[in-house]
């Protein structure tokens, strides 16, 4: 099985500049969710999709972040203008329903990580 | 969402059983207890899950006693590839609910 899937791996850009990250989620999992890790810290949620909605979106900073899920399948999560404090780890997470054959756990992809220089 | 309280680190010596507590003193009836682990470079990874008293898997055991208010995750003879932030989670299970991630625990395996 196929796991989560992000690009790009590390991406360095000006404050200022816009930058976007990826999302392919594992095949059938509804629930998508980024995290933000800043080092040295646990994961932040900034968004949690279900199919293509927003569940959950309040700690999403949305005078600069914004995300999308077309078609309820991969997603793109934009940065425009970005910070120095922006620096960080976006991580792409998805989980399906919770049942007896499952936990519903959390499956993370590799991380995308951002440089603001 | 019920708060998890975890020590901020541990150090432990390959061989040795190291055992990590979570409080969650405000857990509700519905929740589960789950924990993941975290390597340098990659996104954290489920490690066990438990509802009441003890799970264990090929990896881990969980205790949970029936105040169900803490958890304990054992890992049995560290080596230093277990060397990792940890991370207790207690959380509903409910279809689409929400992951909360604290600071974890980082755990050091020394030789």
């Known amino acids: 099985e196929a796991g989560v899937a992000q690009s790009p791996r590390y991406k360095i850009i000006e404050k200022r500049q816009s930058v976007a990250f990826w999302c392919n989620p594992i095949?059938?999992?509804?629930?998508l969710y980024w995290y933000q890790q800043i080092l040295g810290q646990g994961p932040k949620l900034l968004i949690q999709f279900q199919n293509n909605g927003v569940v959950d979106d309040s700690q999403l900073p949305k005078d600069r972040f914004s995300a999308e899920r077309l078609k309820g399948v991969d997603s793109t999560l934009k940065i425009q203008p970005a910070k120095l404090e922006d620096s960080a780890v976006y991580l792409c997470?998805?989980?399906?329903?919770?049942?007896?054959?499952?936990?519903?756990?959390?499956?993370f992809g590799e991380g995308s990580r951002l440089t603001v220089l | 969402l019920a708060k998890t309280t975890q020590p901020i680190s541990m150090d432990s010596y390959e061989g040795q059983e190291v055992n990590i507590t979570c409080s969650h003193n405000n857990i509700a009836t519905n929740d589960y207890i789950t924990w993941y682990q975290q390597f340098p470079s990659q996104g954290p990874r489920f490690i066990i899950q438990g509802y009441k008293t003890k799970v264990t898997n090929e990896v881990a055991s969980l205790f949970i006693p029936a105040d169900r208010k803490s958890s304990t995750l054992s890992l049995p003879r560290v080596s230093l590839s277990d060397t990792a932030v940890y991370y207790c989670?207690?959380?509903?299970?409910?279809?689409?609910?929400?992951?909360?991630f604290g600071p974890g625990t980082r755990l050091s395996v020394l030789p």
């Open positions: 989670l207690v959380g509903d299970m409910s279809y689409g609910q929400n992951f909360v």
């Open positions: 997470a998805s989980s399906s329903v919770p049942g007896q054959a499952n936990t519903g756990e959390l499956f």
């Open positions: 095949s059938g999992h509804a629930t």
